[in-house]
Nanobody
């Protein structure tokens, strides 16, 4: 069993920045990849970004490319999501997840464990 705990969400004005963190209860190097998803009220949970653990390859949704950056810190068993130039449409609950396989990372089905989520609200 793996526990993932997100933090760093909050309320920010449009154009602002936030950095989300996701701490894992075991060595993140044991995962093939980790990802971030988000879910707005009444909508599906959508892919935001992912990072493969061995090569550090990153993947982004088109809607966040150039604004968000995913990174990892093996020593801290933590993955981060730096979010810049935030827009009101970025408002959602953000979830991190771990994957045991290095493929299918843009789908929720590619992940085995999920955090409880952290709220991000961007005001206009």
């Amino acid at each position: 069993q793996v526990q993932l705990v997100e933090s760093g969400g909050g309320l920010v004005q449009a154009g602002g920045s936030l950095r989300l963190s996701c701490a894992a209860s075991r060595r993140t190097s044991s995962f093939s990849a980790m990802g971030w998803f988000r879910q707005a009220p009444g909508k599906e949970r959508n892919f935001v970004a992912a990072i493969s653990w061995s090569a550090g390859t990153t993947y982004y949704a088109d809607s966040v490319k150039g604004r968000f950056t995913i990174s990892r810190d093996n020593a801290k068993n933590t993955v981060y999501l730096q979010m810049n130039s935030l827009k009101p449409e970025d408002t959602a609950v953000y979830y991190c997840a771990s994957a045991g396989r290095p493929y299918g990372l843009r789908s929720t089905y590619g992940y085995d464990y999920w955090g409880q989520g952290t709220q991000v609200t961007v005001s206009s």
